[in-house]
Nanobody
Framework: QVQLVESGGGLVQAGGSLRLSCAAS????????GGWFRQAPGKEREFVAA????????RYADDVKGRFTISRDNAKNAMYLQMNNLRLEDTAVYYC??????????????WGQGTQVTVSA
């Protein structure tokens, strides 16, 4: 099964930006809808964004619409999450994932270790 490794997290002040990367072990990642999830302290893992296999459509959780952009690069077997205008409540561990379908954000592979995003005032 495809293995996913997240990177790009770190410390950032509110209003700042970060670009997260998701590296896959092989091109299999390109045959599935992709997504990003996050888990904040004391909360369940939640859906953040999804992208079609073709990358022609994307969708987002209400809290991140207009601020986050999900993308993918088939040549690099990778997915990305551009995060702008970060808020304190965006602090969480972020995970990438291949999905059951674009409209069904069900995990299709084991979770990776994620990458920590910490937003400070």
């Amino acid at each position: 099964q495809v293995q996913l490794v997240e990177s790009g997290g770190g410390l950032v002040q509110a209003g700042g930006s970060l670009r997260l990367s998701c590296a896959a072990s092989d091109p299999t990642i390109n045959n599935y809808a992709g997504g990003w999830f996050r888990q904040a302290p004391g909360k369940e893992r939640e859906f953040v964004a999804a992208i079609r296999i073709s990358a022609t459509s994307t969708r987002y959780a209400d809290d991140v619409k207009g601020r986050f952009t999900i993308s993918r690069d088939n040549a690099k077997n990778a997915m990305y999450l551009q995060m702008n205008n970060l808020r304190l409540e965006d602090t969480a561990v972020y995970y990438c994932m291949v999905l059951q379908s674009y409209n069904s954000p069900v995990p299709r592979t084991p979770w990776g270790q994620g990458t920590q995003v910490t937003v400070s005032a």
